[in-house]
C-alpha cells in the first residue's frame, strides 16, 4: 500500500510540474509578445521624432 500512496505522490507532483510548465511557458510568450509592441512604439515613437531631437 506504501508503493501505491507513493505512486499517486509521485503523479501528482509531475502534474502540478507540468502545469507549473505550461503557465512559465505562457508568461514567457506574454512578455515576449508585450516586448515585441513596446519595441514597435518605441520604433515609432523614434521614427516621428523631430530631427533635432535624433541628432542629440
Known sequence: ???LV???AEMAANTD???IEARL???EHS???TLNVLNQLL???RND???EEKAS
Open 1 to 3: 500500500m506504501p508503493e
Open 6 to 8: 507513493n505512486q499517486v
Open 17 to 19: 510540474i507540468q502545469r
Open 25 to 27: 511557458t505562457s508568461l
Open 31 to 33: 512578455v515576449s509578445a
Open 43 to 45: 520604433q515609432a515613437v
Open 49 to 51: 521624432a523631430p530631427a
